[in-house]
Structure formats: C-alpha cells, structure tokens
C-alpha cells in the first residue's frame, strides 16, 4: 500500500487548505485512514480519521471544529478540510493506512503506532 499526501502551502491565518491522499496498491484490507501532524520538536499528533466502507469519522477535540475529513472511494483518496487556519496549525501532515479485517475501536485509531503505511507528508505553513 503507498500513500501519497499533497495539498499542503502556505496560507494566512483565517484561510483554508483541502489536503488530498491517494491510497493505492493492496487496498482491500484497508480499514481506516488517518491523518497525523508533526510539528519541530514535537511528537505525531492524531488529527482525524475515517474507515474505509461504512465511513466512520473521528476528530481530534483540538481541531473538530475547524476540518472535515471525507473520502472518495472511486478515487481511492481521502480529503481533509481545514478551514480558520492558526499559525498552530503549522506542521507537517501526514495520512496513513490502519490495515485490518475486524472492526477497530475508536481509540485504537487515534495512535500513530497503529497505523501500517505511511505517505511521505505535506507541509502546511500559516503566518499571521
């Protein structure tokens, strides 16, 4: 499976960016696509996810109020909407595979370690 993130630039505060990942290869045992930020300095943070068939959302309380995350199964790619960009928001963005055939808690998709392939990030930059 490879994933391949795009979208990311540098925006103002208050703007908008739609990030885009392509999932492609042995995707039928995809269960669920996450994204993840880093920031310099700091450890991987989930931001939101979404199971691959029946479409299952979790956000993140830091940001739920200001992304979307949504999927298109034709196109075997899931987006990520964020909206009221914050210069803490500067990260890099990072979507990932959790490869599985039984179902998943949601809390067991909210870790980084439970993900099984990973896209090479994008990097998003708001100034203010």
């Known amino acids: 499976v490879q994933l391949q993130a795009s979208g990311g630039g540098l925006v103002q505060a208050g703007g908008s960016l739609r990030l885009s990942c392509v999932v492609s290869?042995?995707?039928?045992?995809?269960?669920?696509v996450g994204w993840f930020r880093q920031a310099p300095g700091t450890e991987r943070e989930f931001i939101a996810a979404i199971t691959w068939i029946s479409g299952s959302i979790y956000y993140a309380g830091s940001v739920k109020d200001r992304i979307t995350i949504s999927r298109d199964i034709a196109k075997n790619t899931v987006y990520l909407q964020m909206n009221n960009l914050k210069p803490e928001d500067t990260a890099v963005y990072y979507c990932a595979s959790h490869r599985s055939t039984r179902y998943v808690p949601a809390d067991g998709l909210q870790v980084s370690g439970s993900y099984d392939y990973w896209g090479q990030g994008t990097q998003v930059t708001v100034s203010s």
């Open positions: 290869g042995r995707t039928f045992s995809t269960y669920a």
